[in-house]
C-alpha cells in the first residue's frame, strides 16, 4: 500500500492551496483518511479526518486551528483525500502527511495505519 501526496507549495497569507493524497495497492477497505502536520520544533498533529462508512464518508474532526478553513473530502469510490485549505496563515507552515487507516482483507484481516511522505506547505510573503 502507498500514499502519494502533492499539492504543497509556496502561498501568500490569505492565500489557498489544495493538497491530495491518493491510496494505493491491495486494499480492501478504509476506515478514515486524514491529514497531519508537523511544523519546525513542534508535534505532528492532527488537521482533518474523515470517515467512511457504507459508502458515505464524512468529515468527524478539524483541528480548532483550522475550522472553517480547511475542508476534507475523499472522491466517490476513489481512495483519494483532498484538503482544501483557504485563508492561510503563517502558523499553517507546516509538512502535512496523508493518513491511512485500513484493511487488505475482506476476512481475517487486520486494520493498520499507513503513512504518505510528506508534502511541505509553507506560507510567507
Known amino acids: 500500500v502507498q500514499l502519494q501526496a502533492y499539492g504543497g507549495g509556496l502561498v501568500q497569507p490569505g492565500g489557498s492551496l489544495r493538497l491530495s493524497c491518493a491510496a494505493s495497492?491491495?486494499?480492501?477497505?478504509?476506515?478514515?483518511m486524514a491529514w497531519y502536520r508537523q511544523a519546525p520544533g513542534k508535534q505532528r498533529e492532527l488537521v482533518a479526518r474523515?470517515?467512511?462508512?457504507?459508502?458515505?464518508?464524512?468529515?468527524?474532526y478539524y483541528a480548532d486551528s483550522v475550522k472553517d478553513r480547511f475542508t476534507i473530502s475523499k472522491d466517490i469510490n476513489k481512495n483519494t483525500v483532498h484538503l482544501q485549505m483557504r485563508g492561510l496563515k503563517h502558523e499553517d507552515t507546516a509538512v502535512y502527511y496523508c493518513?491511512?487507516?485500513?484493511?487488505?482483507?475482506?476476512?481475517?484481516?487486520?486494520?493498520?495505519?499507513?503513512w504518505g511522505q510528506g508534502t511541505l506547505v509553507t506560507v510567507s510573503s
Open positions: 493518513y491511512a487507516y485500513l484493511t487488505q482483507r475482506r476476512y481475517g484481516g487486520t486494520w493498520s495505519d499507513y
Open positions: 495497492g491491495s486494499i480492501f477497505n478504509i476506515n478514515n
Open positions: 474523515i470517515t467512511s462508512r457504507g459508502g458515505i464518508s464524512y468529515a468527524d
